[in-house]
């Protein structure tokens, strides 16, 4: 068998290793005539659980929450207004069209990738750079991938990909096998979603085109836990307080088959980083509850271009600290999250709490 394929070199570096700081220059850009903003209120370290000390690294802004949600949170959930949240979280992955055909003449199979459809954003830019690959399972050392499209939702490939010297009684015992993914130059790619086909169910003789729902991807690369959030908006104070709740079933990173979580938030101008908070360590736990409030100054104009980047940490002492997963918050993120942005502005001074699904 002969495959033609692509390759696409990924390199890996630490994400943000190439944004500049905001911080030491935010002042710098306040108009001549408009005051300094007020200093930054002290919060003092909310208690921690039992047996479950604060980070020695130190933590900035933390305060304390309620041990469960009081009567002044509106709790939403991405798919209702009036749904408790608490129900597992299904994220719409969008679509892909491609066709299949084979030349019994030429024992060729032929696959074109055409196009996506209403994808998710996955960089907090509110946007993806989408690419597929595609294989014959259960073959995997033979993978092909397309190109990738810069900045878009909506993608056009149009690229046929050919498996040639292919019998027809051995394509029949293939599946087809379609995985998207957001090409991410400083990191790891992020996995989209995956559609899958078994080829003996398909009528191969003449070209069939297919629309298909993307699905999480089955490796467990798509499903790395939930991280129940609340938003607070205050338009007087011009400030948004991120209140960090709880996380659940989250992805075991060490070896003993739990993690050490932390949670850090980045406030985001554009592209460059304003302002960093962080909650305690929670030791071997995959459920952990966090009840810590963090305070950012957002004045009003800034609002659009803001994006509060909300990380999931696996901390270890004796290597670099894993990620388990990430939220990106802002008005052009995806669906759930620029739902629970909305919700947050629709609701000034009320804490809007939301279960997310965590993402690569």
Known sequence: MVVLALAIGVAEQDDFANIPDLQETAQATLPANQDPPPEKRGNKPANSPKGQPPDADGHSSVTDLANSLTGDMVMLSPGSEDDDGEGPISEK??????????????????????????????DFSGTSDPFVKIYLLPDKKHKLETKVKRKNLNPHWNETFLFEGFPYEK???????????????FSRNDPIGEVSIPLNKVELGQIKTFWKELKPCSDGSGRRGDLLVSLCYNPTANTITVNIIKARNLKAMDIGGTSD????????????????????TMKRCL??????????????H?????????????????????????????WKSGPAEVKHWKDMLARPRTNVAQWHALKA
């Open 261 to 280: 979580p932390y949670v850090k938030v980045w406030l985001m101008h554009k592209d460059r980083r304003v302002e960093k908070k962080k909650t305690v």
């Open 93 to 122: 992955l969008g679509r892909i069209q491609f066709s299949i055909g084979y030349s019994f003449q030429n024992t060729t199979l032929t696959v074109k990738v055409l196009r996506g459809q209403e994808l998710p954003a996955k």
């Open 302 to 330: 800034v609002l659009r271009e803001t994006t509060i980047i909300i990380t999931v940490m696996d901390k270890d002492r004796l290597s670099r600290n894993d990620v388990i997963g990430k939220i990106y918050l802002s």
């Open 287 to 300: 459920n952990p509850v966090f009840n810590e409030s963090f305070p950012f100054d957002v004045p009003a």
């Open 171 to 185: 394509v029949r015992e293939r599946t087809l096998y379609l995985q998207v993914l957001d090409y991410d130059r």
